[in-house]
């Protein structure tokens, strides 16, 4: 569940119109609208205000429950292998889907897996094709796309997406190139350097990280979430462009 759709979870459920809620944090009506339709996130001031207001952390906030789900929680899935025998470089267009979930594993296949609740024929290769009159639109509401790469042979990675929300996780990797479209990008367990080419708000929380995080971005702004204890440094390198180190 995206930030947008847990904020209108969250508002319906506690009765209160775009009005009162507005009225409660201080900020105005179009507000809440843009970040229940997801053209807009909070800064960190408000989103402190809605995380106390409903009695929740920032990360439950801004992590996306539907990259947790698991094979049985989808109607229809498609899997896709390829064996590798070395190191490579992946380079990877993913085209659109409502989430990409991109992660290592201890094995020697690539698996690319594509799931949905509501399309049950779509076909899918690393440069991933849509059939069947598929948009791009459609495809960012319905369509998830698991992706594992054998971690013993990984050199650099290069991915295109235009997502809902990524999630990169349990992947060493000296350089994960993302250029993408996202509002939410997840990073757990994650070792080397991740480059990120956005130009759209983000919210980026780090639960475990063991490198870096450069974002690349230009009339945009980005939030990155950290732990509490974590150490980092952050260095700003040119227009729109921002470097964080954790150690």
Known sequence: ??????????????????EKLAEKIGVSRQAITKWENNTGI??????????????????ELLSNEKIEKKQTDYLYESVTEYDIDNIKRYDMNLGGANTLVLSGYEGEKIRVRLASNTLAKNHIDIDISRKNGMTEANAKEQVMIFVQLPSQYIDRIEASINAGGVEVKNLNCENLELETKTHNVIIDGFVGTLEIDCNLDMNIVCNTL?????????????RICVPENAEFTAVKKGIGYWHK???
């Open 210 to 222: 063991s490198g870096s995080v450069e974002v690349n971005q230009i009339s945009a702004t980005s």
């Open 1 to 18: 569940m995206t930030f947008a759709e847990k904020l209108k979870s969250m508002r319906k459920q506690s009765g209160m119109s775009q």
């Open 245 to 247: 180190h954790f150690i």
């Open 42 to 59: 909070p800064d960190i001031e408000n989103m402190l205000a809605l995380s106390s207001l409903f009695n929740v952390s920032v990360d």
